[in-house]
């Protein structure tokens, strides 16, 4: 066998990039990573995944030589084999193929040192990053996960390509149904396996010189320190509190793209079309501490204010809240009824704001889908219109007379949260004017007097992923508690809302009240608004005044200090063992049996499980039957958010 040799100074370089995109376009991160590595590279083979539309394909052509459609069936492997058995003997062309996938943002440094430090080394193949050793194979529990170079960047050079191994190699690759399988069966197997045939590699950035086994997941801001030209994206959207207990902190990391020259838009408008919202927020920090302190400049936005009068003898007190709105705006006001109407024509009378541009007061035809409804179907026409940059949603809110003061803050923490001064609304409006793929801002779940934290979709999740579905919404819905304005009130770009406003909702849409457990239409649409957004490429954030933040945080410290005490370990840990013990409901003895199983007979759990949820289904109607009929009040009657 010949030696490992240095990549020739007129040597030919192939890239081969595999894309998947789950709408059959492509993202501009992809056309800036592509555009950058034009100048590296003699040909460019892109492989796509699953579909591409006219939009998609046209903009490949820009910046590639071939594009190859497949099944998405295999990842990223198969479609690298793929391409592979596509150039047959005319691989052997090029002195370097360079493997690798959408799965990384970049350049945010340059590639040309990396590839000429690596074109110096007598090397058979080389990866961007590694991974060390490790036992036992964390994937498995058990045997050993060798070294391997991460898969998402393999470059080989000609002594490997025109090798009997490689192809026996790729002629024998396994099936890889699951996102493990490929894993297993490649990622960290493909470099033991050639190195165990003797061929030599090298790697970009070693992990032996950072502070962690996986630098590429840990250590992203180092290694961009150190000259890496790109950076992964699972530190954007990998499990929240796995990043936490490892302090992978993906807002400094946002800024340190940034500070490097990347367009972070392209990494925003990515995450917010395939990440579920409320995993996003937490990922990158996206709540706002907003002060008191008026910003200079302001004036470039067009605002329309949308309130919602549900409640005559608040609207004098909710139209005060509106002139902390220090900039010009157009007021346009929904009511319920004449009566209402005259109330509120009292209330402006007394507002005399000469910021106000025009005022309007609206009588809907019907009070089906309260303040959404009075959204999506009294105002359509506003939602419409191009002249508008923002739209402020503020509201009144009944108050009922259980629970008076958990409803009084919940008020407080929405109005106060949007438009609590008017130094406090230039800080936001300066969120909108600094980024342009902010599409809605809005308060973080209350969790003061209320308790929908770990129960936030409660009937809503069958009926959000048949909205989704309806509205071609495809962003991932979170899993536990949806990331939403659950009071009502945001401040949003209309182009936004695309998604929703697109189907023209009417009051009878409301009036439906069958839905299985009683999800309302209203409630489910306000539960996906991230999701709406993020479909149309904007993403969210949620926006706090200093005085909420800190009761929230202290609020929230306290409490998750007591719910840690009884569960050893890491919170991820915490979490881990009490997901694996699963829903306790009153903890009962079949509650418990059902723990016991999970954790001692996973498997004999998995069966029984079904069979039980219909017995606990079955037992729960039964008793609502014999319950007598009560009424649920409304949101805005101060009932369940």
């Known amino acids: 066998m010949t030696q490992p040799q240095i990549f020739p100074t007129s040597g030919r370089r192939l890239l081969v990039y ?35 539309d006219d939009g998609g394909r046209a903009a490949l052509e820009e910046v590639c030589d071939e594009i190859l459609v497949r099944p998405n069936v295999g990842f990223d492997i198969w479609a690298h084999k793929h391409a592979i058995d596509h150039l047959g003997e005319a691989i052997n062309e090029y002195d370097e193929v360079v493997f690798a996938n959408d799965t990384w943002y970049g350049p945010v440094r340059p590639f040309g040192p990396v590839f000429e430090r ?154 917010a079309r395939n990440v579920a919202p409320r995993t996003l927020n937490a990922d990158l920090a996206m709540l706002e501490i907003l002060p008191d302190v008026p910003r200079p400049g302001g004036g470039r936005q067009r605002i329309i204010v949308a309130a919602h009068i549900s409640d005559a003898s608040a609207a004098g007190a909710l139209l005060q809240r509106v002139s902390a709105i220090a900039e010009p705006f157009e007021l346009i006001v929904t009511v319920a009824s004449s009566t209402d109407q005259g109330s509120v024509h009292e209330a402006l009378q007394d ?38 940059d923002l739209i402020v949603r503020v ?51 209350v969790h003061i007097g209320y308790a929908p934290l770990g129960r936030g979709w ?42 929703l406003t697109a189907h023209k909702w009417v009051y009878d849409d409301y009036r439906r009240e069958g839905a299985p457990g009683g999800a309302d239409l209203a409630r489910t649409q306000e539960r996906i608004i991230a999701n709406v957004a993020g479909e149309s490429g904007f993403h969210c954030r949620t926006v706090m005044t200093e005085r909420h933040a800190a009761l929230s945080h202290i609020s ?15 919170p991820v840990e ?40 219909l017995l606990r289904r079955v037992l729960v109607k039964v008793k609502a039957l014999r319950r007598p009929p009560r009424r649920s009040p409304s949101r805005a009657e101060g009932g369940k958010l």
């Open 395 to 445: 509201h009144t809110m009944k108050m009922g007379t259980s629970a008076k003061n958990a409803r009084r803050y919940f008020q407080s923490q929405q109005i106060d949260n949007i438009i609590d001064s008017p130094g406090y609304f230039s800080n936001l409006l300066a969120l909108f004017e600094s980024e342009p793929g902010l599409g809605v801002v809005f308060p973080p779940t």
């Open 458 to 499: 409660s009937v809503y999740g069958p009926a959000a992923e048949r909205l989704c579905k309806q509205l071609r919404v495809r962003v991932p819905l979170d899993g536990v508690s949806p990331l939403a304005p659950l009071g009502g009130m945001m401040v949003f770009r209309p182009r936004a809302m695309r998604a």
């Open 574 to 613: 915490q979490i881990q063992f009490l997901h694996r013990a699963g829903w306790m409901s009153a903890a009962g003895p079949g509650s418990f049996a059902r723990m016991y199983l999970r954790f001692k007979y996973p498997r004999l759990a998995r069966r029984t499980d079904p069979a039980l949820d």
């Open 18 to 52: 595999v894309i998947w995109d789950r709408r059959g376009g492509v993202e501009e991160f992809v056309l800036f990573t592509l555009a950058g590595l034009r100048i590296h590279s003699d040909r460019i083979l892109v492989v796509v995944n699953g579909s591409l």
């Open 351 to 388: 507002l005399n704001d000469p910021r106000m541009r025009s005022a309007e007061v609206r009588v809907l035809p019907a009070n089906d889908g309260r303040d959404i409804a009075a959204l999506f179907v009294g105002l359509v026409d506003v939602l419409a219109r191009e002249d508008v």
């Open 118 to 271: 690596m074109d110096a080394q007598p090397i058979d193949f080389w990866g961007m990053t590694d991974h060390a050793r490790e036992e036992p194979n964390p994937f498995t529990r058990k045997g050993v996960m060798h070294y391997h170079l991460q898969s998402f960047w393999i470059a080989v050079r000609r002594r490997m390509l025109e090798s009997s191994q490689w192809r026996d190699y790729w002629r024998d690759l396994p099936s890889m149904p699951g996102y493990f399988d490929a894993v297993l069966k490649h990622e960290i197997v493909f470099t033991h396996a050639f190195e165990s045939e003797g061929f030599t590699h090298g790697v970009a950035f070693p992990s032996e010189d950072y502070p962690t086994d996986h630098p590429a997941l840990f250590n992203a801001d180092l290694l961009l320190d150190a000259g890496c030209p790109l950076i992964k994206r699972r530190p954007f959207f990998h499990y929240p509190p796995f990043l936490d207990r490892h302090a992978v902190i993906g807002r400094d990391l946002l800024n340190r793209v940034a500070q490097y020259g990347y367009p972070v838009e392209n990494i925003l408008a990515n995450l």
């Open 556 to 570: 929230l410290e306290y409490t998750f200090d007591q719910l840690a005490s009884t569960t050893p370990g890491y």
